[in-house]
């Protein structure tokens, strides 16, 4: 039996809204509230308390204000957020657990809505729940657990929801969309001849017995057959549309991804990560194949969501206004493209080597070796030349496109006497070098990583972001994506991002001791003791 509750509905901005009525903090007789039932330092607390801090404004929109009245939003996020973080992804586990588990019990008020409805509002609010991700970063920014000054950024490949046998190029997407109508035109002109043949024994006007059991079967088959060749017809021009290759018929955003020894349909999970408590302040999915693409959304994206911190009313900012945030990643994030742009943010400092210069610093060989390479060539900037190895003058022959960048080319003309001849270059009409016109972007980079302070922000990279990602993959066990399609995929990983930040704050407020209401109200306080 329940109580009637002492308290006040707490959510005003619901009323008038078509939703089901919802308190999970309703008194019981016996215990006094199912909350009673879970150590105070549950995660789910936790959850709950967090969910709170969320405008849930935006999800009440999507409800519609006819038709049965939907469950409220707060029950969907809270079993959501507290799924993922526990290792459960499914709706249909998750159904499961609000009969069984009694944190999703207490998170739900003991509502229990089907795993459709537990799935079609994950597909629904995708955009919302990206930028609930905001929310709970805001929360950890409060208790003190972002630094919000080294940001390292990575990512992971990781497998979509979809076969690798269902991937077709054009030729086999026609070849395969010919079967199917052959066999469709096959199985009508069989049909066809078994009516003339009942006709013929049983008379026009007469039904006579079933058609036989092969016919039959087809038959029930022949609108599923239509369907794949209309997806075959959308999969063709959804392929020359996006000027790939190959497609998959089962995810058709997703790409083949070299991880590691293997090559599977997947997508390149994004993070940025912050210093201080391995915090992820920005997230995002890609179905590119290299990360170098990905660098500068990143980095706008964590600028962005840094912003948003610092207009939030939040007790801590430290982030100062005329401090830059130093951006970590690894040299596949590395390109002239990305360096000419990372010049135009005033707000960021990078530290990003190039390919070439981590092979070399690897031990491995490298053209930088040669007695002939570019860096024994030196520049002369008056006359705009370049002075080889042997003495000889390389004069500015003219500037060309290459690559999407200017490039210039310098040539020597007095090679085919040169004693280095067939060793430094085999071209008769002289050696050429071609410098980009990034070039010094390149240098400029490469000495910044060459200090003391350089070596020191660039080598905290890997314990930054490298422990986050094989969290995600081996503790939380997130290794494929459930939803198919880059659109919810980007939605399932800010999920899966927000119980990993929620995961840190539930380590902080149980080391405290406190709720996360109390450590709220309290954030100076613990920020200031939590120096670590």
């Known amino acids: 039996m ?26 019981l007789l016996f215990p006094a509230a199912i909350g009673d039932f879970l150590p105070d330092d549950d995660l789910a607390h936790v959850v709950d308390e967090a969910v709170e801090q969320i405008d849930l404004t935006s999800y009440y929109r999507r409800i519609s204000s006819v038709g049965n009245s939907s469950y409220h939003p707060a029950i ?23 009969y069984k588990d009694v944190a999703f019990i207490y998170l739900a008020g003991m509502q229990k809505p089907d795993f ?5 509002f994950r597909r629904k609010n995708l955009f919302e729940l990206k930028n609930s991700f905001v929310v709970i970063l805001q929360i950890c920014q409060r208790l003190g657990l972002t630094k919000l000054g080294e940001i390292s950024i990575d990512s992971k490949v990781m497998k979509a929801n979809a076969s690798a046998a269902r991937v077709y190029d054009e030729k086999q997407l026609l070849k395969e969309r010919e079967i199917i109508e052959k066999t469709i035109q096959e199985y009508l002109e069989k049909t066809n001849q078994v009516d003339l043949e009942e006709d013929q024994k049983f008379g026009p006007a007469k039904r006579g017995n079933e058609l036989p059991e092969d016919i039959r ?27 790939k290759k190959k497609i998959n018929l089962t995810d058709e955003d997703t790409q083949f991804q070299k991880d590691k020894s293997r090559i599977i349909p997947g997508y390149r999970a ?14 995002d999915v890609t179905a590119e194949q290299c990360d170098a693409s990905q660098l500068i959304p990143m ?14 009313d939040n007790p801590r900012h430290l982030w100062g206004e005329k401090e830059k945030l130093k951006i970590i990643a690894d040299s596949r994030y590395n390109s002239e493209l990305n360096l000419v742009e990372l010049e135009t943010k005033e707000e960021v400092d990078a530290y990003i080597p190039d390919m070439k210069e981590q092979a070399k610093k690897r031990g491995r060989k490298t053209p930088e070796g040669s007695p002939f390479h570019l860096s024994k060539f030196n520049f002369n900037q008056e ?24 490039v210039y080319i310098y040539t020597c003309k007095e090679c085919n006497h040169c004693p280095h001849f067939g060793k430094c270059t085999t071209d008769k009409k002289g050696r050429s070098i071609w410098v980009s016109e990034h070039a010094h972007l390149v240098k400029k980079m490469r000495q910044k990583l060459s200090t003391e302070e350089g070596k020191k922000i660039y080598g905290k990279r890997k314990t930054i972001v490298e422990p986050v990602l094989g969290n995600l993959s081996q503790n939380l066990g997130f290794r494929e994506f459930l939803l198919r399609g880059l659109h919810k995929v980007k939605g399932e990983f800010s999920l899966m991002c927000i119980a990993h930040n929620l995961l840190k704050i539930a380590k902080f407020v149980k080391q405290w001791a406190v709720s996360l209401k109390e450590a709220l109200s309290m954030s100076e306080l613990l920020a200031v003791l939590d120096i670590s």
């Open 2 to 27: 329940m109580a009637n509750s002492l308290n006040p509905v707490r959510d005003r901005r619901s009323s008038g809204i078509n939703v089901r009525p919802y308190d999970n903090k309703e008194l």
């Open 76 to 98: 969907m996020l809270k079993i959501w957020f507290y799924g993922y973080a526990t290792k459960t992804y499914s709706s249909r586990k998750i159904e499961e657990k609000l």
């Open 116 to 120: 459709k409805t537990i799935s079609e």
């Open 217 to 243: 079967k087809k038959e029930n088959r022949i609108q599923k057959m239509k369907q794949i060749v209309k997806q075959l017809k959308q999969a063709q021009a959804k392929l020359k549309q996006s000027g």
């Open 270 to 283: 994004q993070v940025a990560v912050d210093s201080k408590k391995q915090i992820i302040v920005a997230n």
């Open 299 to 312: 980095v706008d994206q964590t600028c962005e969501n840094v912003k948003e911190l610092k207009r939030a």
């Open 383 to 406: 006359e705009n030349s370049f002075i080889c190895p042997a003495g000889k003058k390389l004069n500015y022959i003219k500037r060309m496109r290459y690559r999407n960048r200017w």
